[in-house]
């Protein structure tokens, strides 16, 4: 048998069935786990939820639009949002979204007052926090939340809603705690 350099033929014919078998048995380790990965990935609790949620992430929620208006009198601001209105949505929020365009939201609107607190858990984007009061009276905002922090941003009083925007927007927009929020569930808001 002609062999190159450094190439050494096989002949020993028990060497060969070593070779092979254990390569079938490499193969149908590989394919075990393949089939088998996701059945044990699914039975496995957090691994449920992960599972549950990554792909509901980036489905879009009920989309709207509301409007905020300057105390002061400045530009008024549209932003087009997407609406969580179950407890999953609010619980998703924006986690896992790699990005969040100007002029974009995310409105958490609640049935009365309440304190409400926030994370950033999941949440790969800096967002500002602008807690809303039932008058549509921004109360307070929180702005450039850390991304994937733990910390809880509380809304220091009562609000109706939380109104998520990418970080930064409130300071670039003149944004301010005052302002009002023009959208349908707020008192003051006549709507769009």
Request: a negative charge.
């Amino acid at each position: 048998m002609a062999c190159r350099r450094g190439c050494h033929p096989v002949t020993d014919t028990g060497q060969m069935a070593t070779v092979m078998s254990s390569s079938t048995k490499g193969a149908a380790i590989c394919v075990a786990l393949f089939i088998l990965a996701p059945m044990l990935a699914a039975g496995w609790p957090p691994m449920n939820s992960l599972i549950d949620l990554v792909p509901a992430a980036y489905a879009k929620m009920r989309q709207d639009k509301l409007t905020i208006v300057s105390a002061q009198g400045g530009p008024e601001h549209t932003f087009s949002i997407e609406v969580a209105s179950t407890e999953q949505e609010k619980a998703l929020g924006l986690m896992f979204r790699t990005e969040l365009a100007d002029g974009e939201g995310m409105l958490f609107p609640y049935s009365a007052e309440r304190s409400l607190q926030m994370w950033m858990h999941n949440t790969y984007i800096p967002l500002d926090m602008l807690f809303i009061r039932a008058d549509g009276t921004i109360a307070r905002i929180e702005e450039r939340a850390e991304p994937l922090s733990d910390r809880v941003i509380s809304s220091d009083l009562p609000v109706l809603a939380v109104l998520e925007i990418p970080g930064g927007a409130s300071s670039r927009l003149g944004i301010k705690a005052g302002d009002k929020v023009r959208y349908p569930i707020f008192s003051g808001g006549s709507g769009h």
